[in-house]
């Protein structure tokens, strides 16, 4: 009987650690890791060269999630907790491949014409972290992958824009940021999974970075229109044309590496808001 592989998941108490660890433990010996209240659990290289096991994957989710936050610091925390990784798969984990959760953000933008002009502290400090990655592990030698998702969406996550209207329908406040243009391409949170878990498997890699797109692009306007519709709402929803600061006008590409990987969404975005809105109903309750 194989023994199962060992994976380090940094950033596991997020959205998307969680999940991510769920469908992970199925196949995988997964130790979880990363909090910052507590000092010894906290991702630098001090404490990660204690940990005892050695490690076929390190994959890091952890890092600042939320671009208005983003405004409030100027430390830069996310490239922080990458050097410690970095550093640590140097002189302790050096056959661990590295798996970097990124974000499309990096585009600002500028995604059709595929330059990275981040708009936003969150974004630039997500791009400082890619260049990082790159340099050092070209250097020392280091298997990396470095995985762009776009608008991830699904059940446990308590920010953005699914939340926030949720949080707006219960108060009957129907009014949101922006000119409702705004163009995403969502991607539900088991597909996210489903995705990472098969680059994980795959013996042959053409690509050092991934640009993930989510298949089901729709203006905000239409979006949310359903999304009234779902929840049973006859109003319907009004922008006030004040641009959110750092958020991209459009978040979708035509050059998405899905193909490259041979995988096809799942869930729709009908079904993922649906079961989205029966989730946020049942935690109100």
Known sequence: MCKKKKILLLGSNGFIGKNLFKELKKSY????????KKKTNYINYKNLKNLKYTYDFIINCAGDSVVRHSYKTKKNNDLN???????FINFDQHQAKFIQIS???????????QKLKPISPYATRKLSCEKFIQNYSRKKKIDFRILRFFSVYGNGNQKQLFWDTCEKIKKKDYTFFGNGEEI?????????????????KLKKQNLK?????GNQIIKNRDLLTDFFKYYGVKSKPYFNGIINKGNPNFMYTKKCDLK???FKQKTSLKNGIINYIKWQKKKSI
């Open 103 to 113: 974000t499309s953000s990096v585009f600002g933008n500028s995604l059709k014409l």
């Open 209 to 213: 970075i991934y640009n993930f797109c």
């Open 81 to 87: 907790i990458v050097i410690s990784i970095l550093k």
């Open 260 to 262: 490259e990987i041979n």
């Open 29 to 36: 010996q997964v130790t979880k890791f990363g909090n910052r």
């Open 184 to 200: 995403r391409s969502w991607m539900h949170i088991s597909d996210f999974c489903k995705i990472v878990i098969k680059v994980l």
